[in-house]
């Protein structure tokens, strides 16, 4: 079972009866797990600040509720997340975060323990996909029994490995019946106040009974001493703890689950254990800061590791002075960077932007691969909905709106992208803002969203139309147009970029994978001149052979976008079988 | 056979999830413990992808496989076995679908693709199946069950017999597909052993 695959179980079983997220690599399948199992409540929701307040709303209902997100998701939750922290759960409430170490899928290496940390949240972190089905249910019974929300980190490593996991029985939880009670509720500042207090006694409570902490059927301690040879100790936690494992066998390791707060008084005698500390952790100084702080010694951290990437035993081997596997790296392997689809609706609009050279402020998803050459067509990616606030401060800077476009996806659009337009016709934008509606979630793996008519469960639910709402907001200029009729694309953008109002251009056609392709192959015909502005718009079914433009047939889904910007008429369909030059 | 480590390595898109998922579970049913790590997300998306699939009697610890450390190395594409061919355990054995598949760099003349890969392989690896899988997949009715053609032959070299792969085939392949696949299977096991 895939370790996301092993958070739902967990999830399932603990009882959860409401599941509120947004997707985000490498999150998205604990939520998609979920979906497929009965008396549980699922959706996507717009944003990650909806899922944690609709999971703090089905708490106060009295049932167990969770939100998963990716560990940017969480600074989108921050706000919930930081004063829920004070509040308090009826039913249980947990927050799963998972990191991404090594940038697989995202924009930063963020660490999301700072987090539990500064919030003053408890946090577990599990090591395999068994230990991520044992540690949500255990941190039902942390939220339930401390009356606080828990922070469940994972990441991308553990996310998406599959392991051997136990199955249990859903067990069924009786609603806590909702009571009103405005002094735990209501964060109002004389309520605040006190609410820290408690908040604080919680977490020093917290920490005293973290070391007896056990999980699973096995009641495995969270925070395990495993001694070995005492010349060498390791502190650490995770996915680490499997690497530590490998490359130190007859070392003794600390293994911590309660990653926050840490179990100061173990942490001591196991140092006093061990002739020699070391802290292993992927990212930030987590531990080592903190254990360094209380005055023991550590031998080894962050001047032995990076806080980049991700780690593996062969880096542990190497710091540690011990033999590697021979290997010899291939030297001169060309790249191969992750690319559009054949078939991708975003190469139309990408093309023409290349061509206009326009400054585009781009934003979070497939299409942010357009920034790669050859359309190489964007010039900024720095967060979900910074697109378009990023060409309305481009603007107000440069004093004109006309060279710069904001482009950003149907999701990412409802995730954080309305409230960036509304910013725009409030505060005197004449910018452009393209949306690329292709009717899903593509990037994480096809999730409904607010404008694709179904939800979560693929159930039909009623479907937001873009236009309507950018009309509602009071933008004048909105035009809606396929982005393979690249000519109408190309007079539309220019019109609408010279003209000094607000517009909203929606380019609609569905993702190349879920759509219906025609799939008959194009084929270059002798007409062709050699010019390659074919293999100008990236696509992976055209390649050159013996110098030539080609398109591979097995790879071609017949989408004609070749056959538009051919100049010489070169590419047909490839009908009757007749074959390319 | 008391542990193994078999990397299968591709372009997005290619079906190696389905491979390993397909192995791992083949695995798990005769009683290993099993790891398997996966690419998800933008990687997808055309780019070089790689699956790990550690199997052990007793136990596996990291999921990941490390350079030097691979037994075996399934490949779906010539520059993608040569990249990953640093991963290969001395003496190991790599399978390789001839195919060639150009990054975007090399169609843009940015870089060159690497000229005699697999005589190349040869030179490193302990043995090297090369064959073209996917005129074999195409023939069984789909190019897309290049995945189970290359298991096929791969099968040779994997501490499981025939009926057991059938079997495993039946349980996790939509039932439409299952002749194809069984077919596909067999046909790849003949060509792994004709090269």
């Given at each position: 079972m895939?370790?996301?695959?092993?958070?739902?179980?967990?999830?399932?079983?603990?009882?959860?009866k409401?599941?509120?997220?947004?997707?985000?690599?490498?999150?998205?399948e604990?939520t998609?797990a979920l979906?497929?199992?009965?008396?549980i409540h699922?959706?996507?929701a717009?944003n990650?600040?909806?899922g944690?307040?609709?999971?703090?709303g089905?708490?106060?209902?009295?049932?167990r509720a969770?939100s998963?997100?990716k560990?940017?998701?969480?600074?989108?939750?921050a706000?919930p997340f930081?004063?829920a922290?004070y509040?308090?759960?009826s039913?249980?409430?947990v927050?799963?975060?998972?990191?991404?170490?090594g940038?697989?899928s995202?924009?930063?290496?963020?660490?999301s323990?700072?987090?539990?940390r500064?919030?003053?949240?408890?946090a577990?972190e599990?090591?395999?996909?068994?230990e991520?089905?044992?540690?949500?249910?255990?941190a039902y019974?942390?939220s339930?029994?401390?009356?606080t929300?828990v922070?469940?980190?994972?990441?991308?490593?553990?996310s998406?490995?599959?392991?051997?996991?136990?199955?249990?029985?859903r067990?069924e939880?009786?609603?806590?019946?909702y009571?009103k009670?405005?002094?735990k509720?209501?964060?109002?500042?004389?309520?605040?106040?006190?609410?820290?207090?408690?908040q604080?006694a919680?977490?020093?409570?917290?920490?005293?009974?973290g070391p007896?902490?056990?999980?699973?059927?096995g009641?495995?301690?969270?925070?395990?001493?495993?001694?070995?040879?005492?010349?060498?100790?390791?502190?650490?936690?995770?996915?680490?703890y499997?690497?530590?494992k490998?490359?130190?066998?007859?070392?003794?390791?600390?293994?911590l689950?309660l990653i926050?707060p840490?179990?100061?008084e173990l942490i001591?005698d196991?140092?006093?254990?061990?002739?020699k500390?070391?802290v292993?952790?992927?990212?930030?100084?987590?531990?080592?800061?903190q254990i360094?702080?209380?005055?023991v010694?550590?031998?080894?951290?962050?001047?032995?590791?990076?806080?980049q990437?991700?780690y593996s035993?062969?880096?542990?081997r190497?710091?540690?002075?011990r033999?590697?596997?021979?290997s010899?790296?291939?030297k001169?392997?060309p790249?191969?960077?992750?690319?559009l689809?054949?078939g991708?609706?975003?190469?139309?609009?990408?093309?023409?932007?290349?061509?206009?050279?326009?400054?585009?402020?781009?934003?979070?998803?497939?299409?942010t691969?357009?920034?790669?050459?050859?359309?190489?067509?964007?010039?900024?990616?720095?967060?979900?909905g910074?697109?378009?606030?990023?060409?309305?401060?481009?603007e107000k800077?440069t004093g004109?709106s006309?060279d710069?476009?904001?482009v950003?996806g149907?999701?990412?659009?409802?995730h954080?992208?309305?409230?960036?337009?509304?910013?725009m016709?409030?505060?005197?934008s004449?910018?452009?803002?393209?949306?690329?509606?292709?009717?899903?979630?593509?990037?994480?793996?096809?999730?409904?969203?607010p404008s694709?008519g179904?939800?979560?469960r693929?159930e039909?639910?009623p479907?937001?139309d873009?236009?309507?709402?950018?009309r509602?907001?009071?933008?004048?200029?909105?035009?809606?147009?396929?982005?393979?009729?690249?000519?109408?694309?190309?007079?539309?953008?220019?019109?609408?970029?010279?003209?000094?109002?607000?517009?909203?251009i929606?380019?609609?056609?569905p993702c190349?994978?879920?759509?219906k392709?025609?799939?008959i192959p194009?084929?270059?015909?002798?007409?062709c001149?050699?010019?390659k502005?074919?293999m100008?718009i990236?696509?992976p079914?055209?390649e050159?052979?013996?110098?030539?433009?080609?398109?591979?047939p097995?790879?071609?889904?017949?989408c004609?976008l070749c056959?538009k910007?051919?100049p010489?008429?070169a590419?047909e369909?490839?009908?009757?079988g007749?074959?390319?030059? | 056979?008391d542990?193994?480590?078999?990397?299968?390595?591709?372009?997005?898109?290619?079906?190696t999830?389905?491979?390993?998922?397909?192995?791992g579970?083949?695995?798990?049913d005769?009683g290993?413990?099993v790891?398997?790590?996966?690419?998800h997300?933008?990687?997808?998306r055309?780019?070089?992808?790689?699956?790990?699939?550690k199997?052990d009697?007793?136990?596996?610890?990291?999921?990941?496989?490390?350079?030097?450390d691979?037994?075996?190395i399934?490949?779906?594409?010539?520059?993608?076995?040569?990249?990953?061919?640093?991963?290969?355990?001395?003496?190991?054995v790599?399978?390789?679908?001839?195919?060639?598949?150009?990054?975007?760099?090399?169609?843009?003349g940015q870089?060159?693709?690497p000229?005699d890969?697999?005589?190349?392989?040869?030179?490193?690896?302990g043995?090297?199946?090369a064959?073209?899988?996917?005129?074999?997949?195409e023939?069984?009715?789909?190019?897309k069950a290049v995945?189970?053609?290359?298991?096929g032959?791969?099968?040779r070299?994997l501490?499981?017999?025939?009926?057991?792969?059938?079997?495993v085939?039946?349980?996790?392949?939509?039932t439409?597909?299952?002749?194809?696949?069984k077919m596909?299977?067999?046909?790849?096991?003949?060509?792994?052993?004709?090269?």
């Amino acid at each position: 079972m895939l370790g996301n695959e092993a958070f739902a179980q967990g999830a399932y079983e603990a009882g959860v009866k409401v599941v509120s997220s947004y997707p985000g690599t490498p999150s998205t399948e604990v939520t998609e797990a979920l979906a497929k199992r009965d008396g549980i409540h699922v959706e996507w929701a717009p944003n990650e600040k909806v899922g944690v307040e609709v999971a703090m709303g089905a708490s106060t209902g009295g049932v167990r509720a969770l939100s998963c997100m990716k560990h940017v998701g969480l600074n989108v939750a921050a706000d919930p997340f930081f004063t829920a922290a004070y509040t308090g759960v009826s039913g249980g409430v947990v927050v799963l975060a998972a990191d991404d170490n090594g940038c697989h899928s995202s924009q930063n290496e963020q660490d999301s323990r700072y987090y539990a940390r500064s919030a003053g949240v408890p946090a577990l972190e599990p090591a395999d996909p068994q230990e991520c089905k044992d540690y949500i249910k255990l941190a039902y019974e942390i939220s339930e029994k401390y009356d606080t929300i828990v922070l469940l980190r994972s990441n991308t490593r553990l996310s998406h490995s599959r392991g051997i996991v136990e199955l249990g029985e859903r067990c069924e939880r009786e609603r806590i019946p909702y009571v009103k009670d405005i002094q735990k509720r209501v964060a109002m500042p004389a309520m605040a106040k006190k609410l820290h207090v408690v908040q604080e006694a919680r977490l020093k409570q917290i920490e005293k009974d973290g070391p007896a902490m056990t999980a699973g059927d096995g009641a495995l301690p969270l925070n395990r001493v495993e001694m070995g040879d005492t010349a060498i100790g390791i502190i650490t936690s995770g996915i680490c703890y499997q690497y530590v494992k490998d490359a130190l066998p007859e070392a003794s390791v600390l293994k911590l689950g309660l990653i926050n707060p840490l179990p100061k008084e173990l942490i001591r005698d196991f140092a006093a254990r061990v002739e020699k500390l070391y802290v292993i952790e992927e990212g930030e100084p987590f531990f080592e800061e903190q254990i360094r702080a209380m005055g023991v010694a550590v031998t080894g951290g962050k001047d032995m590791f990076t806080i980049q990437g991700e780690y593996s035993a062969n880096m542990i081997r190497k710091a540690f002075g011990r033999p590697l596997p021979e290997s010899e790296p291939a030297k001169d392997a060309p790249g191969r960077p992750p690319l559009l689809c054949a078939g991708c609706p975003h190469r139309g609009l990408f093309h023409v932007l290349s061509k206009l050279k326009k400054t585009v402020m781009g934003d979070i998803g497939c299409y942010t691969l357009a920034a790669l050459p050859p359309t190489a067509a964007m010039d900024s990616c720095l967060c979900m909905g910074g697109s378009i606030t990023m060409a309305h401060g481009f603007e107000k800077a440069t004093g004109s709106s006309r060279d710069v476009v904001a482009v950003l996806g149907d999701s990412t659009f409802f995730h954080s992208g309305i409230t960036g337009l509304v910013n725009m016709r409030y505060n005197g934008s004449h910018g452009t803002v393209i949306v690329l509606d292709n009717r899903i979630t593509g990037m994480t793996g096809h999730q409904d969203n607010p404008s694709t008519g179904r939800n979560a469960r693929g159930e039909e639910a009623p479907a937001i139309d873009i236009a309507a709402l950018c009309r509602a907001i009071g933008v004048e200029h909105i035009v809606e147009i396929d982005p393979f009729e690249i000519k109408d694309l190309e007079r539309v953008i220019k019109e609408e970029t010279e003209r000094d109002e607000l517009s909203v251009i929606i380019t609609k056609r569905p993702c190349a994978l879920i759509a219906k392709q025609p799939d008959i192959p194009y084929l270059v015909s002798d007409a062709c001149k050699n010019c390659k502005q074919c293999m100008k718009i990236g696509c992976p079914a055209i390649e050159e052979k013996d110098g030539r433009p080609y398109i591979v047939p097995e790879r071609c889904v017949g989408c004609g976008l070749c056959e538009k910007v051919c100049p010489f008429s070169a590419i047909e369909i490839a009908a009757d079988g007749k074959e390319g030059r | 056979m008391d542990k193994m480590n078999i990397l299968i390595v591709g372009v997005g898109g290619q079906g190696t999830l389905l491979a390993s998922v397909l192995l791992g579970n083949l695995a798990l049913d005769k009683g290993y413990d099993v790891k398997l790590s996966e690419v998800h997300g933008m990687a997808q998306r055309g780019g070089s992808v790689v699956t790990h699939v550690k199997i052990d009697r007793e136990h596996v610890n990291s999921p990941l496989i490390e350079p030097g450390d691979a037994d075996m190395i399934i490949a779906f594409e010539e520059l993608e076995a040569y990249r990953w061919l640093p991963y290969l355990k001395k003496g190991g054995v790599m399978y390789v679908n001839t195919q060639q598949i150009m990054p975007m760099p090399v169609v843009l003349g940015q870089a060159e693709y690497p000229q005699d890969i697999i005589a190349r392989l040869k030179e490193k690896a302990g043995r090297v199946v090369a064959f073209d899988a996917l005129a074999i997949a195409e023939s069984c009715g789909s190019v897309k069950a290049v995945n189970v053609v290359l298991l096929g032959a791969a099968s040779r070299d994997l501490p499981f017999d025939t009926d057991e792969w059938q079997q495993v085939i039946e349980k996790n392949v939509k039932t439409k597909f299952i002749d194809l696949n069984k077919m596909a299977f067999d046909q790849g096991r003949t060509a792994g052993g004709n090269e």
